[in-house]
C-alpha cells in the first residue's frame, strides 16, 4: 500500500491502526528535508517488530533501500511522505514573520496524520520522534486529533519499530530526491559531486564554493537560510533598483525609492529591512538614458 490514497482501503484500515512519523535531512544544508511515515494495523504490531526494521542512520545503504522495497510491496503496511523542498525551507525561515525549523517540523508531521485520516485508514496509536520538547510537541497533535493517542519520544527511531520504519520511508526517500536532482541552473562546471550534504563536509563546502554567484547566490538546491551560507554572502554583489510604492488601490504614490539587495535572500545581516529609501537620484543609467518610467496602467 503505497503513498497515494489507493482507490479502496485495504480491509485492515478499518481496524484500529498505528502510525510512526520520522524525519530525514534536517540538518543538511542542501536539498529537501523529508518526513516519512508508517502505518499498519495494531493487530500486526508483533510482526512488524520481526521485519528488522531499525533506525535508518544505523543501517547501510544497500539495507535501507532492501527494506524499504520489502515494506513497499507489503499490502499490509501503507506508507505517506512530505517532501520539503529547500526552497521552501529557506522561504519560511526567512519570511517577514519567521517560521522555524521546529514548526516546519510539526506542521509537516501533523500533515501526514491528517492524510491518513483523511484516506479512512483507523488511526488510534501514532509516534512520533521528537523535535524539541517533547510534552510540548505531544500536547500540540493531542489538541488537533484527540480521537488518537500520540508518542512523542527522543530516540522513538531506536524504541518503536513502526517509527524505525518512517525513518527508512524518510531517508531512502530523501537520498533518492538527493540522486535524482535536476540543477535548474545552466551555468558552467556545475556538477553534483557535493558530499554528505552537512555543513561541516569539507566536500559540501568546496561545492558551495564553487557554486556560489556574485548576483543570484546559490542553485535552488540549497538551503540559502543555513548560517553555513552566510559567509559567502559577503561578497555578492550590491544590487540596486528603483520600485514605486503602490498604496492599497493600485494606483502609484509617485513616492520612488530604491531597494538595495545585499544577501540574495539572505537576512543574517541584523536589519530590520533589507529596503532602503532614498531619493530616487541614483536610479539606474538605463533607465535614466532610455527615459523609461514604471507604468500604473496601460
Same mark, same amino acid.
Do not use: C
Given at each position: 500500500m503505497g503513498s497515494e490514497a489507493p482507490s479502496s482501503l485495504p480491509e485492515w484500515a478499518s481496524e484500529p491502526c498505528m502510525m510512526g512519523i520520522d524525519e530525514a535531512g534536517r540538518g543538511p544544508v542542501l536539498g529537501p528535508m523529508v518526513y516519512g511515515c508508517l502505518y499498519c494495523s495494531i493487530s500486526y504490531k508483533d510482526t512488524l517488530s520481526s521485519l528488522k526494521f531499525a533506525d535508518s542512520k544505523t543501517l547501510k545503504e544497500e539495507k535501507r533501500e532492501e527494506l524499504f522495497e520489502n515494506l513497499k510491496s507489503n499490502v499490509l503496511i501503507g506508507w505517506a511522505v512530505d517532501i520539503i523542498d529547500p526552497r521552501e525551507l529557506s522561504a519560511k525561515m526567512l519570511k517577514k514573520t519567521k517560521i522555524n525549523l521546529n514548526e516546519i517540523s510539526h506542521e509537516s508531521a501533523s500533515g501526514l496524520v491528517a492524510k491518513v485520516l483523511d484516506m479512512g485508514v483507523l488511526l488510534t496509536e501514532v509516534y512520533v520522534d521528537t523535535v524539541g520538547d517533547p510534552e @510540548? +510537541?505531544?500536547?500540540?497533535?493531542? $489538541?488537533? +486529533?484527540?480521537?488518537? @493517542?500520540? *508518542?512523542v519520544a527522543k530516540k522513538a527511531d531506536s524504541l518503536y519499530p513502526v517509527v524505525s520504519g518512517a525513518s527508512? *520511508?524518510? @531517508? *531512502?526517500?530523501? &537520498? %533518492?530526491?538527493?540522486?535524482?536532482? *535536476?540543477? &535548474? $541552473?545552466?551555468? $558552467?562546471n556545475m556538477h553534483k559531486n557535493f558530499g554528505s550534504g552537512y555543513p561541516g563536509d569539507p566536500t559540501t563546502k568546496a561545492w558551495l564554493d564553487d557554486h556560489k554567484h556574485s548576483v543570484f547566490g546559490f542553485p535552488t538546491l540549497v538551503r540559502f537560510s543555513w548560517g553555513t551560507c552566510t559567509p559567502y554572502f559577503k561578497k555578492l554583489v550590491e544590487v540596486l533598483w528603483e520600485s514605486d510604492e503602490i498604496d492599497e488601490e493600485g494606483s502609484s504614490s509617485g513616492n520612488r525609492r530604491q531597494l538595495k539587495l545585499n544577501s540574495v535572500g539572505i537576512t543574517g545581516y541584523k536589519r530590520k529591512s533589507e529596503e532602503i %529609501?532614498?531619493?530616487? @537620484?541614483?536610479?539606474c543609467k538605463f533607465f535614466e538614458t532610455r527615459k523609461l518610467e514604471q507604468l500604473t496602467r496601460f
Open positions: @510540548k +510537541y505531544r500536547m500540540k497533535l493531542s $489538541e488537533r +486529533y484527540p480521537s488518537v @493517542k500520540f *508518542v527508512i *520511508v524518510a @531517508k *531512502v526517500t530523501r &537520498d %533518492q530526491a538527493v540522486h535524482n536532482w *535536476v540543477l &535548474d $541552473e545552466t551555468a $558552467e %529609501q532614498s531619493s530616487g @537620484k541614483g536610479r
